[in-house]
């Protein structure tokens, strides 16, 4: 079984500064990562994912999460946030070798502080 | 291209009555999924269709919800009779292929408050 660890469930930040969204995950088997947003009233939307290859992952919206093996992590980070990237962020695994049950993290509501 | 579709986006029911919510997957797409956000906790996986099959049900809660999807087109989720306790965000996505790396699309969700 799988389990993902979001440690911080809110993070406030001022406008054009850096962020960084924790996760931690936990399996027994391979699996893949992902990172959803959660923009009010939408629904999820995928941001990154990292299935294998390069451990620095490239998203939309100009952010970028690297996947760590040793640390079992999987943070995301935008070096200049803007408003418009107030949401909610999602953490998430799927196991590499079958079919595609996600596992999701609690969340992390990211407000940009103007 | 229409994206994931869910409706009602809100109900509020009382315990005890009876509620459906609807999914219409993306065109072309045989993989369903539904999943709950109970306040303040986790998104969970509920169940997955492969077209008109259960693929995998074991996040249902208990056999007061009824996912079917029949055609295999859209789908439905009912909760008969609803409890406090299933009030939540139910999201449902879609996806070509089901194997772990592919893409799930996920639709707006419907919020289902049991007074």
């Known amino acids: 079984a799988q389990s993902v660890t979001q440690l911080d469930s809110q993070v406030p930040v001022f406008e054009e500064a850096p962020v960084e969204l924790r996760c931690n995950y936990s399996s027994s088997v391979s699996v893949y990562l992902f990172w959803y947003v959660q923009y009010p009233n939408q629904g999820l939307q995928l941001l990154l994912k990292y299935l294998s290859g390069s451990t620095l992952v490239k998203g939309i919206n100009g952010f970028e999460a690297e996947f760590n093996k040793s640390q079992t992590s999987f943070h995301l980070r935008k070096p200049s946030v803007h408003i418009s990237d107030t949401a909610e962020y999602f953490c998430a695994v799927s196991y590499s070798g079958g079919y595609q049950k996600v596992t999701f993290g609690i969340g992390t509501k990211l407000q940009v502080i103007p | 291209e229409a994206g994931v579709t869910q409706f009602p986006s809100h109900s509020v029911i009382e315990k005890g009555q009876t509620v459906t919510l609807r999914c219409d997957p993306i065109?072309?797409?045989?993989?369903l999924y539904w999943y709950r956000r109970v306040m303040g906790k986790e998104i969970k996986f509920l169940l997955h269709?492969?077209?008109?099959?259960?693929?995998?049900e074991s996040g249902m809660p208990n056999n007061r919800f009824l996912a079917e999807r029949t055609g295999g087109t859209y789908s439905t989720l009912k909760v008969q009779p609803a409890e406090l306790e299933d009030s939540g965000v139910y999201f449902c996505a879609s996806s070509q292929v089901s194997s772990g790396s592919s893409e799930q699309f996920f639709g707006p969700g419907t919020r289902l408050t049991v007074l």
């Open positions: 065109s072309g797409h045989d993989n």
């Open positions: 269709f492969v077209k008109e099959s259960k693929q995998d």
